[in-house]
C-alpha cells in the first residue's frame, strides 16, 4: 500500500497503520480502579483522591443521580470549574447511563439558556457561584449545587422539598440505602457526550461525541506517543491540569488520557501563573499542555528565570496559533520546543500534531495516526488540491464525531465524500506537514475560546445607538486574536468609549468575547450588493499590524 506523504515525516516507534482499540469511557474508569487504586487520581490544595476512591465516589454520585431521573438518555450539563467535582459528575452521570454536556462558566447567561436548550437538559451540576446565571429550575430542570465544603466528612444535607431549589451535591454522595441495582452497559458507538461549538451563524452547536470517538482519540495519542523521550509511564505521571475541563482540549487530550494510564490530575481551578511556575518546580511534571496566552504569561513572568522547569520534557500548544517569537522565547527559558498541534471539538479533538525537532515555523505538524486529511477545492469540495495548493481541510477518522445533535442539516453541510469539512483553510508540503493560513469562518480565537463576531455583533446592534457595526479578529500579543468593534452610530447621537460598551455587553457575552478594541466609522465598507465587507478591514488591520512589526 502506497503510504501517505506525512508517513514518510514520521518519528521512530511510530506506526500510522498502528490498531486504534475502541471501548467505553466507563470501562476505561473500571480498568483504571482495578490497575491503579492506591495512586492519586485528583490533588487540589493538599487534598488527593485516589483511584480506588474516586470509583467508590462516583457510585454513590451516580445513584444521587438516578434518584434525580439520570438514566439512559438524560442529558446532564456540567458548570464547573477544575474541581473534583467536575470528574465525578462526568464519570458518575455516565454510570447511571447519562450522557454529558458542557457548559462554560464563562458563559453568559443567553447563552446558557440556549445550549440547556439545545442539548435538552433535564439536570445542570453547578458551582454555588456561578448559579445566578442559570434558568430558573423547575420540573423540566432540576440544578445541583456544589461548594469546596463538599467532599469533607460532614452530616449528608437533606434533598429541599421544592424543585425550585437547588440541589446540594452532597445529596449525590450520601450513601444508599436501596439494594444495588445493575449499571446500563453502554456500547462504544452509544452517545457520551454533547460537546458545543459554533458555526458561521455564531449560534453553538451540540457536536455528538461517542465513547468510540472518545477512546479512539486517547489511543491515536497512546500511538504518537510512543517516542523516545516522550513516552509517558503509566501510573507514575503527575500532569498540572491547568486547561479548563469543560474544554474539549482538556477533556480529551489530558484528562481521560489520565484515566487510562493511571495519571495524577493537579487541579487548577483559575490560572495564576506565579503558582503554575510553583508547582512545576515543586511537583516535577514530565509534561505540559496549554494555550498560547499560558505560555506567554511563564515566559513573562519574573520568576520564571529562577524557577527549576527541568521535569518537563514535552510541551504542546494548541487552541490558536503559537507564536514564533514565543516558541523561541520558551525554548530559550526551558531548551524545549513548544510542539503545536490542532484539532477541534469534532475531532474530539485528535487532528495533528509537530514531532520533536520538526523543525517546521507555523506548521501544525502531521495528521496523527489513523487520521486522513485532504485538501479539498474552495470551490468544489469533490476535488483534492496537490501538495502546496491551498483548499478547505477536511479530516475522517474514527475519532470524529457523530453529526450535530438535532441538526440534521448542519450535519450533511459538514461532510463531503465522508470526510468532515473544518471551515480551515490550509496547505500541505512535500513532507506532509499541514500549514493553516486562513479561516473560512469568520471565528477569532482568543486565548484558546473560540470567538464568533456574529454573536457579538448581534449583541451589538442592541445598543439603541448602533446603526452599523461590523467585529473582527485583530492581532493581540496576549491573546493571539481579540475582538475590534467598527461601528457607525444613528443620527444625533454621541460616541461611547470603550469600556461604556463593554459595561453594556456584559449580561449578553462572555467575557472572552468583549471587545477589546472600538472604533467609530461614518460608514462601513460594503460590497456591491450592500452587503457590510469585512475584507477591507481585516486588510487595514494587517497592514497596521505589519507596519509595527
Known amino acids: ?278 508547582t512545576i518546580e515543586r511537583s516535577k511534571p514530565a509534561t505540559f499542555s496549554g494555550v498560547p496566552t499560558m505560555y506567554r504569561a511563564m515566559a513573562s513572568s519574573p520568576q520564571a528565570p529562577s524557577t527549576d522547569l527541568s521535569s518537563l520534557r514535552y510541551c504542546a500548544s494548541g487552541g490558536a496559533p503559537l507564536p514564533a517569537e514565543l516558541k523561541e522565547e520558551w525554548r530559550r527559558l526551558t531548551g524545549l520546543e513548544i510542539l503545536e498541534g490542532w484539532g477541534m471539538t469534532e475531532t474530539a479533538p485528535a487532528g495533528t500534531a509537530n514531532p520533536p525537532a520538526s523543525g517546521r515555523i507555523a506548521s501544525a505538524g502531521l495528521p496523527l495516526p489513523g487520521i486522513v486529511l485532504e485538501i479539498r477545492d474552495l470551490d468544489d469540495p469533490h476535488k483534492r488540491m496537490p501538495p502546496g495548493e491551498r483548499g478547505e481541510i477536511c479530516i475522517t477518522g474514527p475519532n470524529i464525531f457523530a453529526g450535530y445533535y438535532k441538526q440534521p442539516e448542519a450535519t450533511a453541510e459538514s461532510f463531503v465524500d465522508g470526510l468532515f469539512r473544518t471551515g480551515d483553510i490550509g496547505y500541505f508540503d512535500e513532507g506532509g506537514f499541514l500549514y493553516i493560513v486562513d479561516r473560512k469562518k469568520d471565528m477569532i480565537l482568543s486565548g484558546g475560546f473560540n470567538v464568533y463576531p456574529r454573536n457579538i455583533e448581534e449583541a451589538i446592534y442592541e445598543h439603541p445607538d448602533v446603526e452599523e457595526v461590523i467585529v473582527i479578529g485583530i492581532p493581540d500579543t496576549y491573546r493571539g486574536e481579540s475582538a475590534k468593534a467598527f461601528i457607525t452610530l444613528r443620527p444625533a447621537t454621541a460616541p461611547f468609549t470603550l469600556e461604556e460598551l463593554r459595561e453594556f455587553l456584559n449580561d449578553k457575552l462572555a467575557r472572552y468575547e468583549l471587545p477589546a478594541a472600538l472604533e467609530f466609522r461614518n460608514v462601513l465598507p460594503k460590497t456591491a450588493v450592500g452587503k457590510l465587507w469585512k475584507k477591507p478591514l481585516v486588510d487595514e488591520e494587517r497592514a497596521k499590524a505589519a507596519s509595527k512589526g
Not at 456544589?146 to 445529596?171: H, I, K, N, R
Not at 444495588?180 to 458561521?200: I, K, S, Y
Not at 457536536?207 to 501510573?235: C, R
Not at 487530550?253 to 494510564?261: D, E, G, K, N, Q
Request: aromatic share 8%.
Open 1 to 278: 500500500m502506497i503510504p501517505h506523504a506525512w508517513e514518510r515525516s514520521y518519528p521512530e516507534g511510530v506506526d500510522w497503520r498502528a490498531p486504534l482499540p475502541v471501548s467505553t469511557l466507563t470501562a476505561e474508569l473500571d480498568t483504571a480502579i482495578d490497575r491503579f487504586g492506591a495512586v492519586p487520581f485528583l490533588e487540589i490544595a493538599g487534598f488527593s483522591i485516589d483511584y480506588q476512591r474516586f470509583g467508590a465516589l462516583v457510585e454513590r454520585v451516580a445513584r444521587g443521580l438516578r434518584g434525580l431521573g439520570v438514566k439512559p438518555g438524560v442529558h446532564v450539563a456540567l458548570h464547573l470549574p477544575n474541581i473534583p467535582h467536575y470528574p465525578l459528575a462526568f464519570y458518575a452521570t455516565l454510570r447511571a447511563g447519562g450522557v454529558v454536556t458542557n457548559l462554560s462558566p464563562l458563559d453568559a447567561e443567553r447563552e446558557l439558556a440556549h445550549k440547556i436548550a439545545t442539548a435538552e437538559v433535564s439536570v445542570v451540576i453547578s458551582f454555588a457561584d456561578f448559579i445566578g446565571k442559570l434558568p430558573t429550575p423547575g420540573p423540566g430542570l432540576r440544578i445541583v449545587s456544589c461548594t469546596p465544603a463538599d467532599l469533607m466528612p460532614t452530616p449528608s444535607p437533606s434533598l429541599p422539598d421544592s424543585l425550585a431549589d437547588p440541589v446540594p451535591f452532597g445529596c449525590l454522595l450520601a450513601p444508599s440505602a436501596e439494594p444495588a441495582e445493575p449499571w446500563p452497559v453502554p456500547r462504544p458507538h452509544d452517545l457520551a457526550l454533547l460537546q458545543f461549538t459554533g458555526g458561521t451563524t455564531g449560534l453553538p452547536k451540540a457536536a455528538m461525541l461517542t465513547h468510540a470517538n472518545l477512546t479512539a482519540a486517547v489511543s491515536i495519542y497512546d500511538v504518537w506517543f510512543n517516542q523516545p523521550n516522550v513516552a509517558i509511564v503509566d501510573g507514575d505521571e503527575r500532569v498540572i491540569m491547568a486547561l479548563p475541563l469543560f474544554h474539549i482540549y482538556a477533556l480529551g487530550t489530558i484528562m481521560l488520557r489520565a484515566v487510562r494510564h493511571g495519571h495524577t490530575l493537579i487541579l487548577k481551578p483559575r490560572w495564576d501563573t506565579d503558582d503554575i511556575l510553583t
